[in-house]
């Protein structure tokens, strides 16, 4: 079994989280050049995308090469949310997981993408290990951060307005589970987990209420996508996204998967020895029951 101790998880379950931030919260912005950078860096396509922390699938939509999709978010009612806008298309897998219990094969995955995640890790080093395990052999990991080392911070250390350091490596928590990163210790991370950083894009340049309130969004997003090519000279932006790449030696890849049940493992026991019912998943190791309901997996180990 998995001795693991629990790491505490930022649950959105029946929050608004996309209205509320994204429909309402003046972050068209944002969005729009998240998307840009997304582009810049995905594959021309593949057979399985995976999208850790999907939420409502605010980004799913910018997938449209991979032949599937996996959708994994820790809130069933965010998936829920996805699954109305997306539908339950064969080629759309809902799963509710925690990103440290990953229930997966190992290398299968073409890509990987994790947008608005991390910045919620308590323990950023083991999640990011756990997706590097999913990829295949030189499969693409694309990964934004919130970082700690932009102008805005530099500027409030230097005149006293903050007692910690943009310039020291280890994270900084400004609201319970909200977690700003270093990018060189983000590197680090990804290095340890056998992933080798191909580029950086920086994002949300022009990240200011009086920008965003005189400007156009798509204008903004247009300059912003234009200063996003300066990422791999320096990183001084709030968000950054980095394009990281699986060893290429090592294990193989796992073998394509014939049956839909055949991409899990029991995130307990780690066995793929998952038998597939109308109710879910059983695990022939451990005998525990893994849920599928309304379309969606459910391999959390604890009630939401």
């Not at 809130?75 to 699954?83: E, H, I, Y």
């Not at 997706?131 to 990991?141: F, G, S």
Request: hydrophobic residues 50%; positive net charge.
């Amino acid at each position: 079994m998995n001795a693991r101790a629990p790491q505490p998880v930022c649950d959105y379950t029946h929050s608004n989280y996309q209205q509320e931030f994204w429909g309402q919260g003046a972050r068209a912005y944002e969005d729009l050049a998240e998307r840009i950078a997304l582009r810049k860096l995905l594959p021309r396509g593949g057979q399985l995308c995976l999208e850790v922390g999907a939420g409502a699938g605010r980004l799913t939509d910018e997938l449209q090469a991979f032949g599937r999709v996996v959708l994994l978010d820790y809130s069933r009612t965010q998936l829920q949310q996805a699954q109305a806008r997306l539908g339950r298309s064969a080629r759309f897998i809902y799963v509710a997981a925690d990103v440290y219990q990953l229930p997966f094969v190992a290398r299968q995955f073409d890509c990987v993408t994790m947008v608005r995640v991390l910045h919620h890790m308590a323990d950023a080093p083991a999640a990011l290990a756990g997706v590097a395990a999913l990829l295949r052999p030189a499969a693409p990991l694309l990964l934004e951060f919130a970082s700690k080392l932009h102008v805005k911070a530099i500027a409030r250390y230097a005149l006293g307005m903050q007692a910690w350091s943009p310039f020291s490596l280890e994270p900084v928590e400004f609201a319970v589970l909200n977690f700003d990163f270093h990018p060189r210790a983000v590197r680090a991370w990804l290095a340890a987990a056998g992933m080798r950083v191909e580029q950086h894009k920086t994002i949300s340049h022009l990240r200011a209420a009086f920008l965003k309130r005189t400007l156009p969004y798509r204008l903004l997003a247009a300059i912003d996508g234009w200063l996003q090519e300066t990422g791999n000279l320096w990183q001084l932006t709030p968000s950054v996204m980095v394009r990281a790449v699986a060893a290429q030696s090592g294990a193989g890849a796992a073998p394509a998967a014939a049956a839909e049940h055949a991409l899990f493992c029991c995130p307990l026991c780690r066995s793929a020895a998952l038998g597939a019912t109308a109710a879910g998943l059983n695990c022939a190791q451990c005998g525990r029951h893994w849920a599928l309901q309304d379309g969606i997996y459910d391999f959390k180990t604890q009630p939401e």
